[in-house]
């Protein structure tokens, strides 16, 4: 009975596991100690600092204001788009669905919570596109609407798809 042990360690993973931990140990013995290198002198570099120059953009490139027509517009397609998902998602949890996202599987216990949600999308959205273009990434400030577009369309087909 004391012998049964030592055959349990003795099994092919046991072997396998012990000979690939034996071969490398010699490849970690072959690393140089940093404490045994020569120190490497440390030679003065001159630094050249040029003056920042500001660029002027031509008119019209970077130049627009937030709330132009190509931002209303697609601020109005991202909230019909975001109350299109509120009412499909409403609707199928009422008939018994379940919501595939966790985020808005929270909020959806109730109604209320639900628009909440989508209204809290939409107003994020407007926000990140507004911090987009004051940093003056205007093409992301534009990504972000097109984007939850995008998601708010996918969600509402799979959720027409499968009532």
């Known amino acids: 009975m004391s012998m049964n042990w030592f055959r349990s360690i003795l099994t092919p993973r046991t072997a396998i596991l012990l000979a690939v931990l034996g071969l490398c140990r010699p490849g970690m013995a072959q690393q140089v100690s940093f404490s045994l290198l020569p120190p490497r002198t440390v030679e003065a570099t001159p630094i050249a600092v040029t003056p920042v120059q500001t660029v002027k953009y031509p008119e019209g490139l970077g130049d627009h204001r937030f709330w132009d027509r190509d931002n209303s517009f697609l601020f109005a397609t991202s909230a019909a788009f975001s109350a299109a998902d509120f009412v499909v998602t409403r609707d199928n949890l009422r008939n018994g669905g379940q919501e595939l996202n966790p985020m808005v599987g929270v909020f959806g216990r109730s109604s209320a919570g639900l628009a909440m949600n989508f209204a809290g999308e939409t107003v994020g959205v ?9 940093t003056g990434h205007h093409k992301l400030e534009r990504m972000v609407s097109m984007l939850n577009i995008g998601g708010s369309a996918a969600a509402v087909s799979y959720g027409m798809a499968h009532r």
């Open 126 to 134: 407007v926000g990140l596109s507004y911090f987009f273009h004051k």
